[in-house]
């Protein structure tokens, strides 16, 4: 694609964010935050008996790269299990929003999946005692390269 289709591809994520909302009464809901920006992002996750993503959604604040990293994800992850989520890398991500757009914003573009994960880590320990995970502080955000 050409740098203007990836432009035109994360506008139309930001101005018609797929999957935004809260969900009532989530196994999931984890806040990630990139202290440098300021952007927030909130994760809402049913998961299914197989620990596979039934239901997300997710709300945040933040620039036009993160809120479209964010929709992007809750695309990517429905019906994968919790598991898939941990080790899913990142570069798919900057791919589908083009490399050369987020280059430099690597922390906005990843700042979904990155609490995403943190979250699927989280749930397994958290649910075998018989809790949900509902962590609503903002965790800080750290980008890991795949």
């Known amino acids: 694609m050409e740098r203007q289709e990836y432009i035109d591809f994360i506008l139309d994520h930001y101005n018609n964010p797929r999957?935004?909302?809260?969900?009532?009464?989530?196994?999931?809901?984890?806040?990630g935050g990139n202290p440098g920006c300021g952007d927030v992002v909130t994760m809402y996750v049913q998961v299914d008996a197989e620990n596979r993503?039934?239901?997300?959604?997710?709300?945040?604040?933040?620039?036009?790269i993160s809120m479209a990293g964010a929709s992007l994800i809750t695309e990517w992850v429905k019906g994968k299990t919790l598991q898939?989520?941990?080790?899913?890398?990142?570069?798919?991500?900057?791919d589908q929003m083009g490399q050369d757009v987020v280059k430099s914003r690597l922390r906005?573009?990843?700042?979904g999946v990155d609490t995403l994960k943190g979250g699927a880590r989280e749930y397994p320990s958290?649910?075998?005692?018989?809790?949900?995970?509902?962590?609503?502080?903002?965790?800080?955000?750290?980008?890991i390269t795949q």
């Open 53 to 64: 993503v039934d239901e997300i959604k997710f709300e945040g604040k933040g620039c036009t």
């Open 19 to 31: 999957n935004y909302g809260a969900l009532e009464d989530p196994d999931i809901l984890v806040n």
């Open 84 to 94: 898939e989520i941990e080790e899913m890398a990142y570069a798919p991500i900057i």
């Open 108 to 111: 906005c573009a990843t700042l």
């Open 126 to 143: 958290r649910h075998a005692l018989g809790q949900k995970l509902i962590q609503p502080i903002v965790l800080a955000h750290t980008l």
